[in-house]
């Protein structure tokens, strides 16, 4: 999906449940992605989007919302959790787990030599939001922490850290 596409299922499916619904909002980062286009060209740039798409598809139900939300940004809405006897956190982390995973196995180029990785942020509902664009915000921020902490990896959103965080930048 687009990204407008995207924001509207998502706030959908948060609009429509019941107040028990647990969702996940991941928001996915391709680490050096400008690289990729800078050594290899657009073309490996536009097959790696494409290969992204393919890999989220293959990892998520028909249940969860999965979209490009621009340039190298994809999101995912995990619907409804409850799997495997985990808790709504427990579940998110071991999907955003498989994502990092399929990441580290994904090379491309002519000689398959150019590694791709991802950096993913999470927020939870209705923890971390009530809203899509709460949800968003707050997966962002752990997006963000990701990065900032070696890339290749996954951080759920904190209200504490993010407070901690703030209080630091002022």
């Given amino acids: 999906l687009n990204k407008r596409s995207f924001e509207e299922l998502a706030q959908s499916s948060l609009n429509d449940d019941s107040p028990f619904a647990e969702h996940t909002l991941i928001l996915i980062d391709l680490d050096n992605f400008k690289g990729v286009n800078d050594n290899l060209g657009h073309n490996y740039g536009d097959s790696v989007l494409a290969a992204t798409g393919s890999i989220l598809r293959r990892l998520f139900n028909s249940s969860d919302v999965v979209g490009r939300i621009g340039g190298d940004e994809f999101c995912v809405m995990l619907n409804n959790i409850s799997a495997d006897n985990l808790n709504q956190k427990d579940f998110a982390a071991k999907k955003c787990e498989e994502i990092c995973e399929a990441f580290r196995n994904f090379y491309t180029g002519d000689d398959s030599k ?49 407070k901690e965080e703030n209080t630091n930048e002022t």
């Fill in 114 to 162: 150019y590694k791709i990785s991802a950096s993913l942020g999470a927020a939870t509902f209705p923890d971390d939001g009530k809203t899509f664009e709460e949800l968003y915000l707050n997966a962002d921020k752990a997006l963000y922490h990701s990065k900032r902490h070696g890339k290749d990896t996954f951080c759920f959103y904190d209200k504490i850290a993010d």
